[in-house]
């Protein structure tokens, strides 16, 4: 638990991961940790940020709960992880959205209650382009919240995955443990219900 307080001191830090110069890259501390439990602390250190950034958004104030325990899974497991399958980042990615599992009816409840609540602030749109990844949770629309819980969680965690942890579809197949082409499919369908959520805003706001 002590690495755990010890990442959550770095919660506040911009998002990121890339080692600092001269330090050793993430598989190998991994590696290194399984006869030296310490070298897994910069791990924590590099990536906490993100990976509470990504359980704030799509679980609020629980989050800090998660990313304890996504670390703690990832310690117990580090002697599982396999560098040549997934890097380090997109791997605590996986372990988190496989805890989020576990509390998909607060999830939806948090999505539900942006939709209802009128005083949210305006959005960004849920992006349909590959080009354009990324979304802050924090000016939910209201017709996005909808539609993110109206998704099934299958669907949401493709989607969540691409557009707020900016895994690419290969990472996303390797840390969910399905295909590529599982991961298109997915990604499609639940951009079409967003889109379609967000279409009727735009059709509903056009001047008569």
């Known amino acids: 638990m002590t690495i755990v307080r010890r ?29 030296v439990p310490e070298r897994f602390t910069p791990l924590f250190e590099r990536h906490a940020a993100a990976v509470h950034h990504y359980l704030a958004r799509r679980i609020g104030p629980v989050a800090e709960d998660l990313l304890a325990e996504t670390f703690l899974v990832a ?3 580090r002697h599982r992880y396999r560098p040549e399958r997934v890097d380090v980042r997109p791997w605590l990615f996986g372990i988190a959205t496989n805890l989020l599992r576990q509390h998909v009816r607060q999830e939806k409840r948090r999505y539900r209650a942006l939709a209802r609540d009128a005083a949210e602030p305006a959005v960004q749109a849920l992006p349909t382009d590959e080009a354009a990844e990324r979304v802050d949770a924090r000016s939910l629309r209201r017709e996005l919240a909808a539609a993110l819980a109206a998704l099934h969680r299958r669907d949401r965690d493709v989607l969540l995955l691409a557009a707020w942890a900016d895994l690419s579809y290969p990472e996303i197949a390797a840390v969910l443990e399905i295909p590529v082409g599982t991961v298109r499919s997915r ?5 079409r219900i967003t889109r379609a959520a ?10 008569s």
């Open 198 to 207: 967000l279409s009727v805003r735009t059709t509903a706001e056009e001047p």
């Open 187 to 191: 990604l499609n369908r639940a951009r």
């Open 75 to 77: 310690f117990r497991e």
């Open 7 to 35: 990442a959550a001191a770095h919660l506040d830090a911009p998002p990121g991961g890339a080692p600092p110069d001269g330090h050793p890259p993430d598989h190998v501390l991994v590696a290194e940790s399984v006869a």
